[in-house]
């Protein structure tokens, strides 16, 4: 039931309605068979199935064999996933060109209103699912990127900014970590070659609880308010708290002689 689940998942995720969805699979379990047999297998109801069966005829996913009942058979599995993820890929290809038209159209109009640039002295709390703000800032970075986070946040992050930490390195950006964990032990952490043993990348443990914070060319600072990736995070240009941040930072960083 999980695996057919899964499989209900991902057809929809790739374009198809959930009974186009249960029709086509009870197909490809059933073979060469008849509508009515596949409303029985897919407990979907015979006129729905019918329905069902041109639109996936018309996406190339089955074939019908003329007979008297008309039969049908699934495409290979293969062909028919291939078709599937070749449309998404061009409706994918489409939208960001739509989206990138529209971009360039409301740069044209609001020149004067870029994120985080306007107004000295700013806060803003950033919704978590502009995450990418952040993944922004740091590809943007020109010095350096100083970063407090816990060892279950840095593992998370990784997985979604390991590419733009590789390329800031290219660019000789500094970037240094001190984790927070819990106990004494020694923490073995998968990094790309890239990265480990770069003397542009640099991490540090300490043992105690930090908040998830990042520094960015000394100039603006990521504050997240709870220890996941969607929660919000605060956002901040304020001289007088960068400075803060920054001194605390290196005066941590200097305390700390275990280095990964």
Known sequence: MEFQNESYQVLTSLGLTTLEAKVYLALVKQGETSA??????SKVSQPDVYRVLTKLENRGLIERIIALPSRFKATPVEEGFALLLQRRD??????????TELVQSFKGNSAKTTAFQ???????????VHVHRIRNAVDNAQTSVLCFTTLDMFRKVRFVTEDVWKRGVK????????????????????LD???????????KFIRAS???????????????T????????????????VEMIEKYFETLWRMVEEKH
Do not use: Y
């Open 90 to 99: 061009n409706q994918s290809a489409m939208l960001h060109k739509k989206a």
């Open 210 to 224: 930090l908040p998830c914070m990042i520094l960015i060319d000394e100039k603006e600072i990521f504050l997240r």
């Open 193 to 203: 070659p890239a990265l480990k043993n770069n003397a542009s990348f640099e991490i």
């Open 118 to 128: 306007a107004e000295p002295a700013q806060f803003i709390l950033v919704p978590g």
């Open 226 to 241: 709870e220890m996941n990736l969607d929660a919000p995070v605060l956002w901040s240009n304020n001289t007088c708290i």
């Open 171 to 190: 660019r000789e950006v500094k970037f240094q970590f001190l984790i927070g964990k819990p106990h004494d032990e020694k923490v073995a952490l998968e």
């Open 36 to 41: 009515k047999t596949i409303s029985k297998a």
